[in-house]
């Protein structure tokens, strides 16, 4: 351990205590930035209907790609953060921070204008019909002003939680979360502006949250920052790059399972009894319902980034251990609340988000509760995954993060599509969360064997 660890409560305090302090700010922040869709989904389907409800299903891949890079940028540096603090580096700890707020800002603007000039293409080649386009692009062509701060705000609450500051982490999320809930009714029913109230309303909260990201930098504790720090350094960009690429290939991974079952759903809906626009609308509520529990998971995990960041840069390979084994604890008792919440509420789920015909309701359940068959093992796969990320281990992360969705998932759908129809789409997800788990364990077994060599420390 470094000179510095005997005063580091990373290095000292409880591991359960840690773990409490970092990842419930981090939950309520996460479950919350997640709400941002929800509330949308729930306000659209009373509001414009479920072909609003299959929209923004269409025009969410943009979210979930500005994401992708926004935690590309921002884990990667929140996890490169810990590990050089660990080893005593506080002048390349510094400009990573600042390499990080600058490059999600240049990010953020570049979607917008990409957004912006190629919205109509986007949403088509999303897998946007005939009567949904319009909406579509209303929504992603107003929404796509509030990137540059949604990268702000997703890319640099890591490394505020990393600084030891995860309440004020989850007060910027929660922030614009409430900002937005308050005024999607005013928009979309007091001044009648329909999925524009959306997107509007979205973008407003994005902004209030990001700002105060952007208001931390006058905060940071760690290190004191200079004007040098925030100068692109492509050195310090790849090796953030190298650590974020877990949670990159987690949202690309998602954006992709996305677009295929919206053109999967689009293509082959029409064949079925249920069309193409419900189970599009269907699929997009359900990979929403999913992202809150994720959100916990992934809360649960960002709590625990620092705790093994920090040690397992000092190699203190104890305290890793611990950590990890309480966050899959913790995560085990979620997953099972969240599957058992699923499976015997989904027709009442189902039901928030409006209702057009009894073919809405009836797919929605079925798809629901099989889509969710085996999500009792998804908390301890998605904390695994991420877990390889924070010690350092980038290719291992990354691996996993591919296989599930892309290797496993996305051919599951299609055969299924192909051989069962649209009907039985959701049964692509148990077969993959099943396989991708089994693989997951067999690495985290493999990789807590070999900490005790020095050269896996490195």
């Known amino acids: 351990m470094s000179k510095n660890d005997n005063k580091q409560p990373l290095a000292t305090q409880p591991i359960p205590k840690l773990i409490r302090q970092f990842a419930i700010p981090a939950i309520i922040a996460n479950v919350v930035n997640a709400l941002y869709n929800i509330v949308d989904q729930i306000f659209i389907g009373n509001g414009v209907g479920y072909l609003g409800n299959a929209a923004t299903n269409i025009a969410f891949p943009i979210t979930t790609i500005s994401l992708a890079l926004a935690l590309l940028i921002g884990v990667g540096a929140a996890s490169n953060f810990n590990l050089e603090m660990g080893r005593g580096n506080k002048e390349l700890a510094k400009k990573i921070v600042g390499n990080n707020y600058t490059s999600l800002v240049l990010t953020g603007l570049v979607l917008m204008a990409i957004t912006l000039i190629f919205v109509k293409p986007l949403m088509l080649a999303f897998g946007a019909t005939a009567k949904t386009l319009d909406y579509a692009v209303t929504y992603a062509s107003i929404t796509a002003y509030g990137l540059p701060f949604l990268m702000l705000s997703s890319g640099g609450n890591p490394l505020i ?13 929660l922030s614009g979360a409430i900002v937005n809930t308050i005024l999607d009714p005013i928009f ?26 952007l208001n931390y930098l006058r905060r940071f504790k760690q290190v004191p ?73 992934l809360g649960l995990t960002q709590g625990a980034q620092p705790i093994l960041g920090f040690n397992f840069g000092a190699k203190n390979i104890a305290r890793v251990k611990e950590a990890y084994i309480e966050v899959i604890k913790f995560a085990t008792i979620v997953s ?3 599957w058992g919440l699923f499976q015997l509420f989904a027709p009442q789920i189902i039901q928030i988000f409006g209702s057009a015909n009894g073919l809405y309701l009836s797919y929605g359940v ?44 996305v051919p599951f759908s299609i055969i299924i599509v192909l051989t069962m129809g649209v009907g039985n789409i959701m049964y692509a997800a148990p077969i993959a969360d099943f396989l991708s788990w089994a693989i997951t364990m067999l690495l985290i077994w493999h990789s807590f064997k070999r900490m005790t060599h020095t050269k896996y420390l490195d």
């Open 225 to 297: 920052l200079d004007k040098e720090d925030f100068k692109i350094k492509w050195t310090i960009l790849l090796g953030m790059a190298a650590l974020g690429l877990t949670a990159m290939f987690n949202q690309i991974s998602a954006t992709i399972v996305q677009l295929v079952t919206n053109n999967l759903l689009n293509n082959y809906g029409p064949k079925s009894a249920y069309g193409a626009d419900i189970p599009i609308a269907i699929a997009g509520i359900t990979a929403k319902l999913n992202m809150i529990f994720t959100s916990v998971i």
């Open 161 to 173: 939680r990393s600084d030891g500051s995860p309440r004020y982490s989850m007060t910027a999320v």
């Open 188 to 213: 979309i029913f007091g001044f009648g502006w329909g999925m524009a109230g959306a997107a509007w309303a979205t973008v407003i909260g994005q902004v209030v949250s990001g700002i105060m990201v």
């Open 336 to 338: 099972l609340l969240a």
């Open 366 to 409: 079925k798809y629901l509760r099989g889509f969710m068959a085996l999500l009792f093992l998804n908390g301890m796969q998605i904390n695994s995954t991420t877990f390889f990320s924070s010690i350092g281990k980038a290719r291992t992360g990354a691996f996993l993060a591919i296989i599930k969705q892309l290797l496993l998932l």
